[in-house]
T-cell receptor, first 114, second 111 residues
Framework: ETGVTQSPTHLIKTRGQQVTLRCSSQ?????VSWYQQALGQGPQFIFQ???????GRGNFPPRFSGLQFPNYSSELNVNALELDDSALYLC?????????????FGPGTRLTVT | QQPVQSPQAVILREGEDAVINCSSS?????VHWYRQKHGEAPVFLMI?????EQKGHEKISASFNEKKQQSSLYLTASQLSYSGTYFC????????????FGKGNQVVVIP
């Protein structure tokens, strides 16, 4: 148990639709990162939020966007879904302080785009 | 740029030892190791920092060779619970924990 929760667990969407995935971090963790994990691959960094501001972004298009809220929850929004967006989406929270800290991953949301 | 992990897969019997590797083409300041079991979230194993500091809470040990830009994870006297896919992650920039992960080492421990 990492104390990080995600919802929903599974989701099926149609190409072109929009989706919002949710994450609740451990209390006191003011940094949250989102990763996309395709089948058989390692997690790929999407972006990170620190104190409600985007704090770094990976190689993902602008249709991937996020929000972080004061209560340590966050959202990942994906517009104009494509078939390749089908993957496991993981959020991971980190304690405040220095940047060299372990990340606590949530169980993920499995997104299927048809 | 993502690190490269080898071997892709290893099968070993309970009690045997194995080494899995993670290497990078760019300078490494830290290496983060996680283990993921099928259908579950990655679980933190340890962080290896430049200068030799190591943070972790597993019986699994690791090394970090800054000059060779690589890290190795040592599975000693393996247990059935060691089965899973091991990922190494390296910071995208110095001093951050926005990680680029390798493709993973699949480890299967059989009785």
């Amino acid at each position: 148990e990492t104390g990080v929760t995600q919802s929903p667990t599974h989701l099926i969407k149609t190409r072109g639709q929009q989706v919002t995935l949710r994450c609740s971090s451990q209390s006191g963790h003011n940094t949250v990162s989102w990763y996309q994990q395709a089948l058989g691959q390692g997690p790929q960094f999407i972006f990170q939020y620190y104190r409600e501001e985007e704090n770094g972004r990976g190689n993902f298009p602008p249709r991937f966007s996020g929000l972080q809220f004061p209560n340590y929850s966050s959202e990942l929004n994906v517009n104009a879904l494509e078939l390749d967006d089908s993957a496991l989406y993981l959020c991971a929270s980190s304690p405040p302080g220095t940047s060299i800290y372990e990340q606590y991953f949530g169980p993920g949301t499995r997104l299927t785009v048809t | 740029q993502q690190p490269v992990q080898s071997p892709q897969a290893v099968i070993l019997r309970e009690g045997e030892d194995a080494v899995i590797n993670c290497s990078s083409s760019k300078a490494l300041y830290s290496v983060h190791w996680y283990r993921q079991k099928h259908g579950e979230a990655p679980v933190f194993l340890m962080i290896l920092l430049k200068g030799g500091e190591q943070k972790g809470h597993e019986k699994i040990s690791a090394s970090f060779n800054e000059k060779k830009q690589q890290s190795s994870l040592y599975l000693t006297a393996s247990q059935l619970s060691y089965s899973g896919t091991y990922f190494c992650g390296t910071p995208t920039y110095y001093g951050n924990n926005r990680l680029a992960f390798g493709k993973g080492n699949q480890v299967v421990v059989i009785p």
